[in-house]
């Protein structure tokens, strides 16, 4: 599968983004998706997760129930939904999908398949 990211951007302190993630190709809906992010001369760290059917979501701990992700199969989209941002929220965003049919979730970034190519998000003080 195939993924693209948008909806990164420049924000004050305490505001809020939408990013998306498209994917191409049938097999979306069987995909846990999930979200990282990368600031620079840092590793890629895990944001938060959806099952293939959306039905259960996991977050970092850093996220505090600021961020929400979804989907919507039909849509073939993923979403992060990020309010109240903080200037150590700024990085570049990744979309991530597991493999077709592997419906466990991981935070390591080397458990997914495939990537987007990233949006940077931006938050100023």
């Known amino acids: 599968v195939q993924l693209q990211a948008s909806g990164g951007g420049l924000v004050q302190a305490g505001g809020s983004l939408r990013l998306s993630c498209v994917a191409s190709?049938?097999?979306?809906?069987?995909?846990?998706m999930g979200w990282f992010r990368q600031a620079p001369g840092k590793e890629r760290d895990f944001v938060a997760a959806?099952?293939?059917?959306?039905?259960?979501?996991y977050y970092a701990n850093f996220v505090k129930a600021r961020f929400t992700i979804s989907r919507d199969n039909a849509k073939n989209t993923a979403y992060l939904q990020m309010s109240g941002l903080e200037p150590e929220d700024t990085a570049t965003y990744y979309c991530?999908?597991?493999?077709?049919?592997?419906?466990?979730?991981?935070?390591?970034?080397?458990?997914?398949?495939?990537w987007g190519q990233g949006t940077q998000v931006t938050v100023s003080s």
């Open positions: 991530a999908a597991r493999g077709r049919g592997i419906y466990s979730l991981s935070y390591d970034p080397r458990a997914y398949e495939s």
């Open positions: 190709g049938r097999d979306f809906k069987t995909r846990l």
């Open positions: 959806i099952t293939d059917n959306g039905g259960s979501s």
